[in-house]
Each structure stands twice: as structure tokens, then as C-alpha cells.
Nanobody, 122 residues
Framework: QVQLVESGGGSVQAGGSLRLSCQASGNIASNACMAWFRQAPGQAREGITTIRHNGDTTYVDSVKGRFTISRDNAKNTLYLQMNSLKPEDTAMYYC????????????????WGQGTQVTVSS
């Protein structure tokens, strides 16, 4: 059993910043790939960034240069620093952890948190 608990969401004006955190616990692999996904109203959930245990990261183009994913392996905590937020970033943000070091390309391979809402007003 893997538990993921997100925090840090909220409402912010365009151009502002937020920092999301995700506390992982339970039977999570020490080298697990971790990620942030988001789901806007009426849209499918999309993966926006991943980070491997060694620190290698990936980002989708829409957040590249504005969002930064990081992890503290000693604390089993994942972070997402979001800067220069835009109204189109409004979504429920989900923390996800894989079963191992491989980052799954499909949703079925991830454990999920309950999500934290981010709302960006213009």
C-alpha cells in the first residue's frame, strides 16, 4: 500500500507562484519514479513532469521553464514549484508514484494521491 498526500494548492492571480508538496508513505520503492499530473475541468488527466530517483526530469512544453519538480528522497517528499502561473494552469494536481524506477507511459502504472486544486485567475 502506497499513500500519497498532496498539499499547497490554492487560488492565485496570473503571474503568481505556488509550491505543491506530496508526502509519500507506505510500501513505496526507494527508487520510485515520481510525477505530477493535472486534470482541468472537462479534460483528460495529463502528465506534466516526472523525476527519477537520480534527479533526471522531464517536462511537457506547456510548463517547461515555469514549473520545477524536485524531490527529497530522505523525506520521501515530492515538490512542484510553479511560477508565472496562467489561467490555463487551473486544474486538480495529482502526485503520482511508480512501482519502481521506470516511469510508466500509461496511467495504469501509477499510484495516486487525492489531488490538490490550483486555481489561477486573470
Amino acid at each position: 500500500q502506497v499513500q500519497l498526500v498532496e498539499s499547497g494548492g490554492g487560488s492565485v492571480q496570473a503571474g503568481g507562484s505556488l509550491r505543491l508538496s506530496c508526502q509519500a508513505s507506505g510500501n513505496i520503492a526507494s527508487n520510485a519514479c515520481m510525477a505530477w499530473f493535472r486534470q482541468a475541468p472537462g479534460q483528460a488527466r495529463e502528465g506534466i513532469t516526472t523525476i527519477r530517483h537520480n534527479g533526471d526530469t522531464t517536462y511537457v512544453d506547456s510548463v517547461k521553464g515555469r514549473f520545477t519538480i524536485s524531490r527529497d528522497n530522505a523525506k520521501n517528499t515530492l515538490y512542484l514549484q510553479m511560477n508565472s502561473l496562467k489561467p490555463e494552469d487551473t486544474a486538480m494536481y495529482y502526485c503520482a508514484a511508480a512501482a519502481g524506477s521506470y516511469c510508466p507511459s500509461r496511467e495504469q502504472g501509477w499510484y495516486w494521491g487525492q489531488g490538490t486544486q490550483v486555481t489561477v485567475s486573470s
